[in-house]
């Protein structure tokens, strides 16, 4: 069983940054995709950006390309999400999971593992 909990939510004005961060616990990891989705109130689950084992492969979904970095450190057993430019449209409860290599990369239901969120909240 895998744990993952995710800190570095918070409020922040428009244009500004933040880093999540996700740190994983259980057992040692085995290659998970890890990725990052986000809900906002009264809408549905969506993916923000995703990446493989190795760093080499990294997915974004368009509204965040260019503004959001996801990154990770395997020793660590950690993920981040490096979110800069940040828009009131932005403002979600923000999830860390984790999947096999196998997932499919932006859809939820591929992955196994969910931390319980860390809210982030961009002011106008």
């Known amino acids: 069983q895998v744990q993952l909990v995710e800190v570095g939510g918070g409020l922040v004005q428009s244009g500004g940054s933040l880093r999540l961060s996700c740190t994983a616990s259980?057992?040692?990891?085995?290659?998970?995709?890890m990725a990052w989705f986000r809900q906002a109130p009264g809408k549905e689950r969506e993916f923000v950006a995703a990446i493989t084992w190795s760093g080499l492969n990294t997915y974004y979904a368009d509204s965040v390309k260019d503004r959001f970095t996801i990154s990770r450190d395997n020793a660590k057993m950690t993920a981040f999400l490096q979110m800069n430019s940040l828009k009131p449209e932005d403002t979600s409860v923000y999830y860390c999971?984790?999947?096999?290599?196998?997932?499919?990369?932006?859809?939820?239901?591929?992955?196994?593992?969910w931390g319980q969120g860390t809210k982030v909240t961009v002011s106008s």
């Open positions: 999971a984790a999947g096999p290599a196998t997932a499919h990369i932006t859809t939820s239901k591929g992955y196994v593992y």
């Open positions: 259980g057992r040692t990891w085995d290659r998970e995709l």
